[in-house]
Nanobody, 124 residues
Framework: QVQLVESGGGLVQAGGSLRLSCVAS????????MGWFRQAPGKVREFVAA????????FYADSVKGRFTISRDNARNTVVLQMNSLKPEDTAVYYC?????????????????WGQGTQVTVSS
């Protein structure tokens, strides 16, 4: 079992930056691939980024590629999403998720554990 707690959300102007963190408790954080997803009001939850168990490999949605960076620190049980050049369309609740299979996946059902989410609002 893994518990995930996100932080770092808030209100920012377009073009600004935010840094989201997700801290995991429980066993064997390094055995999970980690992902970030987001859900805007009235829309389905969508993939944002994923990072491999070691942190060497990453995978991004086209909509955030070049603006967002995912990273992890296995010693601190933490995964981070650095978001730059934010746009109003990035406004959503952002969720951290853990994939026990360890693969890089954009599919929601690949992920076994989810955090409660943190709100990101980008004003124009």
């Amino acid at each position: 079992q893994v518990q995930l707690v996100e932080s770092g959300g808030g209100l920012v102007q377009a073009g600004g930056s935010l840094r989201l963190s997700c801290v995991a408790s429980g066993r064997a954080f390094s055995t999970y691939a980690m992902g970030w997803f987001r859900q805007a009001p009235g829309k389905v939850r969508e993939f944002v980024a994923a990072v491999s168990r070691s942190g060497v490999s990453t995978f991004y949605a086209d909509s955030v590629k070049g603006r967002f960076t995912i990273s992890r620190d296995n010693a601190r049980n933490t995964v981070v999403l650095q978001m730059n050049s934010l746009k109003p369309e990035d406004t959503a609740v952002y969720y951290c998720a853990a994939n026990g299979d360890g693969g890089l996946s954009s599919q929601l059902d690949s992920y076994d554990f989810w955090g409660q989410g943190t709100q990101v609002t980008v004003s124009s």
